[in-house]
T-cell receptor
Framework: GQNIDQPTEMTATEGAIVQINCTYQ??????LFWYQQHAGEAPTFLSY??LDGLEEKGRFSSFLSRSKGYSYLLLKELQMKDSASYLC??????????WGAGTKLIIKP | GAVVSQHPSWVICKSGTSVKIECRSL??????MFWYRQFPKQSLMLMAT?????????EQGVEKDKFLINHASLTLSTLTVTSAHPEDSSFYIC????????????FGPGTRLTVT
């Protein structure tokens, strides 16, 4: 079966750094996406990794290791507006997105 | 960036009636569109995938006769919830993909359906 695991909830402090992990077991791999979703809103695209390594985009970075079936999203200089759910999704061999359950990130002042 | 609109953004209907939700890609041609449902505090659940001009592919457990999907053009897909019941109340989100250029899915803003 196909499976994507990420923590259900994490808490961090404003101004700090947080790393959200995602592990996956899928039938094939054509890339991994991270999306941000605020409560009551649709997901918005954050990053896409298809090759191993770190992709940096402002305060957000995403890392991928295909051999380990592992990715993380790193958020720096946390702001209160970063409180949201972060969804990890893998594009499988049929180019279908397999979604993780999401990680709810709570930012405290 | 690619923009996807959804209409209506929220709707309240009576049990037994049908509701149609529209999803449009505004500045690109969507070769594939996806319909998701999301219950409070839960993750996205893919309902069906549709390609323009062909029948939608429904996920296991999703009743195709209850959730009618029409992808009539490269910029429009509709989801009709037929004979709605209170348990159909949910947040319905569409996404669209321009498969000729990328596999990223662009999401609409969602439609909150409440069935009374």
């Amino acid at each position: 079966g196909q499976n994507i695991d990420q923590p259900t909830e994490m808490t961090a402090t404003e101004g700090a750094i947080v790393q959200i992990n995602c592990t996956y077991q899928t039938s094939g791999f054509n890339g991994l996406f991270w999306y941000q979703q605020h409560a009551g809103e649709a997901p918005t695209f954050l990053s896409y990794n298809v090759l191993d390594g770190l992709e940096e985009k402002g305060r957000f970075s995403s890392f991928l290791s295909r051999s380990k079936g592992y990715s993380y999203l790193l958020l720096k200089e946390l702001q209160m507006k970063d409180s949201a759910s972060y969804l990890c999704a893998v594009l499988d061999s049929n180019y279908q997105l397999i979604w993780g359950a999401g990680t709810k990130l709570i930012i405290k002042p | 960036g690619a923009v996807v609109s959804q209409h209506p953004s929220w709707v309240i209907c009576k049990s037994g009636t049908s509701v149609k939700i529209e999803c449009r890609s505004l500045d690109f041609q969507a070769t594939t569109m996806f319909w998701y449902r999301q219950f409070p505090k839960q993750s996205l659940m893919l309902m069906a995938t549709s390609n323009e001009g062909s029948k939608a592919t429904y996920e296991q457990g999703v009743e195709k006769d209850k959730f009618l999907i029409n992808h009539a053009s490269l910029t429009l897909s509709t989801l009709t919830v037929t004979s709605a019941h209170p348990e159909d109340s949910s947040f319905y989100i569409c996404s669209a993909r321009d498969g000729d250029h990328s596999y990223e899915q662009y999401f609409g803003p969602g439609t909150r359906l409440t069935v009374t």
